[in-house]
Each structure stands twice: as structure tokens, then as C-alpha cells.
């Protein structure tokens, strides 16, 4: 069989894994263009996939195009070999193949680089002051931009927060981060002070009688905030600042991260809050951490200015 008699399926296991529609629509669009790429190649059934077929996508994946003269970039190879890992174990898993061609497979090791898109603390202030949170919209805006700060969520986190997942008693908030895993992260008392005021004089108002939900943040239609929503918010702030960085959810990601080592946070810890999976990720953040400290150095220490 060919597979695109089996993307349906691919589909619903995704679903019930609890993938989100983004990286089911990225996992499906990879599969897809393997098949193109194995019709290319005279390849039309899967059991006639082999090991070196596998070996020679991954080749000419890292092979320039012939007419942009520009290779896929490493992220980019990932995420096709990845989506393709996740479809031959469907396979396997339903008995469709007793062998994966693919199981091999070694992925290419992508350098992390250190996040350049970072406020610094006079920064954050001049955005967070920004917000100024006059009307329904703008304490909602100001809850959202203080919680980003104040706990370093990502874009989809913040967006999936219902009201049960704030303990105002205990200065807790529970997180749904990546691939269904929660974690608990503390939250400081300016953030749930402004998350308590939009809770008592903003949302009742923007909830929508017909269309209750339990979702922390609303839009003005009283519905979930959607994916482009956060963007929008925090370029509307900005744009009442001095700030010429481009920023987004993950610059305030990166800003919580940064300041918390500036100011002493082992990276275990660190890597907690920030629910990564791997010290590794952490650790690109010591790169920005240095490059601060270096410039501290070079203006305090005393033999740097000829002091003594």
C-alpha cells in the first residue's frame, strides 16, 4: 500500500496522543513530501522503503536546491525526519510493518544558539509600565505581559491557563507545557495582583454568556485567545514604548530566563521553570549570561579602568 492510504489514520493517532493541530499539520506535510520525494524515486509501495532509501532522503535533504542554490536548514531536515520517525512507528505499532526502515536513523545534531532577542530589566519595565490597563482590554493585556514576565511562559501556556490553574493562596500556578506535561512554577505577587483585577472587573465582561469557558484569558469576543493574539498585544505595548527589538512571547521567555541567572538561579532550577526536557536547552542561556557579565566586568573591575 501507498502512504497516502494511511495519512487518515496517522492523523487520529496524533489526535488521540494529544499532538496540537500545528504539529499534526507539520507531521502531515512532511510525510506528504517524502511520498512526492518517493514517487520522484519510482518508490510507490512502503514495504518497498528500504534502509538506503531512507539513507538517500536524508542526503538529498542536505543537499542544495538546484535552482535557490540554499540547502534545508538543520531545523528544517529535523523536522521532516522526525515527523517520518513518528509515522513508521505508527506503522509498526498498528502491525502495518514488522520492520521500520527508518528506526537507524541518526538525526542531525543542531547547534542552540544562545536567544538574541532578549530585554534587559530597564526594558521590561519601560513594556510592562506600557501596559497600561485603562479600559477591559488593557488590564487584560497588563495581566498577560506581568505573567509573562513573571513566570516565562511560552505562547501556547499562556493561552491554554484556566482559572483553576492559579492558587493565589500559595503563589502557584499550574502550567500545561509541551507534549501534555504539566509542572508547577511559582508566581510572583505583582502578576497575580494584576491577574486578580482583571478577574474581578475585566473578565466578567468579556466572557460570553452563550460560550462559557473556564480559560484564564479571553479575547474581545469572549472567546480563547487564538494563536496570533499574544503577537498582536505585545506589539501594541510596544508600540508605546522606545523598544526597537522585535519581540513576542518568547522575548519575555528569554528575558525571565536571562535576569534569573543574572541574579543567582542554578540552571536545574532554571530548567524546571522553564519545563525543558534537557539541561542543554537551559544552557544556552549562560552564553547571554557571560556576555553580560563580561560587560559588567570590563566596567567595575578596577584594573579594567586603570583604578589601580
Known sequence: MRIQEYLEDFKSHLVVKNFS???????????????????QKN????????RQTIDQYQIDLTTKNRYTKVSLSVS???SRLVALIS???FLQHKGHIEISPISHLELPRQTKRPPSNYLDQKEILEI??????????GLRDKAILELLYSVGLRNSELRSIELSDIDFNNELIRIHGKGGKERINPIGRVALDYIQEYISRSRPYLLHRN??????????RGKPLSIDSLPDI??????RTTITKRIGAHTFRHSFATHLLLRGIDLRSLQELLGHNSIETTQIYTHVTLKD????YSKTHPRENDLI
Open 21 to 39: 493541530g500545528r504539529t499534526i499539520a507539520t507531521y502531515l506535510n512532511c510525510v506528504d513530501l517524502f511520498d512526492r520525494y518517493l514517487q
Open 43 to 50: 518508490v510507490e509501495r512502503i514495504e518497498d522503503i528500504t
Open 76 to 78: 528544517a531536515q529535523m
Open 87 to 89: 509515522f513508521f512507528r
Open 128 to 137: 510592562l509600565k506600557a501596559a497600561s490597563g485603562d479600559d477591559l482590554l
Open 211 to 220: 460560550h462559557p469557558t473556564d480559560v484564564l484569558f479571553l479575547s474581545k
Open 234 to 239: 505585545i506589539n501594541r505595548c510596544k508600540a
Open 293 to 296: 557579565l563580561k560587560s559588567v
